[in-house]
């Protein structure tokens, strides 16, 4: 564990950068909503509006960590501290939306500079460092919509606790720089290989959960608020478990990685998530739906780091590259549609079927994982 912090210092403030943006949002949902005057399906929209700018950006990541070489990850991380700034202060939906789409692209461009880069680290180190920097991710994210929601019980405004995380991330990625010399350099092109089953079906399960994943971080609090008449701090503590729980999952999984079969670990964890929907969606009451929230932290936090593991061990030295990269972008379609999805569910049928519907959706990835396992 030492070791990868070591051979992780400079990714690590990165992931957590990611983490805190997405935390606060998460918690400032219920308030932000009301705000800008939107209902559940406009505000799905919206979110589908900042997936779009997300996975826009994603197709010219490649070509921006070439240009900026060890510059990119810390060059993206401002970008995206500067573009959650205006969203939290407009009160037009058409504006919101619009703002919304260049913080998705900020996100979706730092994502995957943030990722290639480690994957880049591992191929070259020979050293698993995915869960350790997920895990980061999660309780960077976890501790974010903790302090969020009792900033929303203080009646601080947005606007504010953005700003304040932008100053943060300013002052962070001084750390984000790498000394890698490749990477001073522009970094090496990914080699490119075939669109193969491996790519399809591993791209799919890595879909569905962060889909998962996602549509849990961005309803989890109105849930709680809404269906079942919980605070705003109570409503906070569901995005909260959810990360606290994916980030102890993804730790221990750093612990054991090398010792248990991925395969394994994907298929239980995949039915241990369905059952943490579902308990989430049956829960009376709001201690109900945080051991849902829970149980579906620990279950999806080890399949994406897990399967990206699996995904290079099945490729071949010159196509390794080529496999992750296909991998995380069809993977992180699933992260940024997951919350639309809910909230087009949520609009016709209420939350409570949308996470019905969610529990569903991974149960489909014991049928990836066979088919995955055959395209080999």
Do not use: C
Request: proline share 4%.
């Amino acid at each position: 564990m030492l070791r990868a912090i070591s051979l992780s210092r400079h990714d690590l403030p990165a992931f957590a950068a990611q983490g805190i943006y997405w935390g606060a949002f998460a918690a400032y949902v219920p308030q932000i909503k009301a705000h800008v005057g939107a209902g559940d399906g406009a505000f799905g929209v919206i979110l589908l509006i900042t997936a779009a700018g997300a996975m826009m950006a994603m197709l010219f990541a490649p070509a921006f960590s070439a240009r900026f070489g060890r510059l990119a990850v810390p060059l993206a991380s401002v970008l995206m501290a500067l573009s959650f700034q205006a969203p939290m202060w407009v009160a037009s939906v058409p504006l919101f939306a619009a703002f919304m789409f260049l913080a998705g692209a900020g996100s979706g461009l730092q994502d995957v500079a943030m990722n290639t880069r480690l994957s880049r680290s591992e191929a070259r180190l020979g050293a698993s460092l995915m869960n350790l920097n997920h895990a980061v991710f999660s309780f960077a994210y976890a501790a974010a919509a903790i302090v969020a929601g009792l900033s929303r019980e203080a009646d601080v405004a947005p606007g504010i606790v953005f700003a304040a995380l932008g100053v943060l991330t300013l002052a962070g990625s001084a750390l984000m720089l790498s000394d890698d010399t490749a990477e001073s350099r522009g970094g090496a092109r990914a080699a490119r290989g075939g669109f193969g089953g491996v790519v399809l079906w591993g791209g799919l399960i890595a879909l569905v959960a962060f889909l998962a994943e996602n549509a849990t971080e961005g309803w989890s609090a109105l849930h709680v608020e809404r269906t079942l008449g919980g605070s705003a701090a109570e409503g906070a503590l569901g995005p909260a478990m959810l990360g606290l729980t994916m980030g102890v999952g993804r730790f221990t999984g750093q612990l054991v990685v090398g010792r248990l079969l991925e395969t394994r670990v994907i298929f239980w964890s995949a039915l241990v998530t369905s059952g943490g929907a579902l308990l989430a969606a049956l829960a009376p009451v709001p201690l109900v739906a945080y051991t849902g929230f829970a149980i579906l932290g620990l279950g999806v936090s080890t399949i994406a780091p897990m399967l990206l593991a699996l995904a290079g061990r099945m490729a071949n030295d010159e196509t390794r590259g080529h496999v992750i990269s296909r991998v995380t972008v069809i993977g992180y379609f699933g992260f940024f549609i997951g919350p639309p999805i809910m909230g087009f569910i949520a609009e016709g049928f209420g939350l409570r079927a949308s996470f019905g519907v969610l529990a569903l959706l991974l149960l489909l990835i014991p049928g990836f994982l066979a088919l995955m396992r055959r395209a080999r």
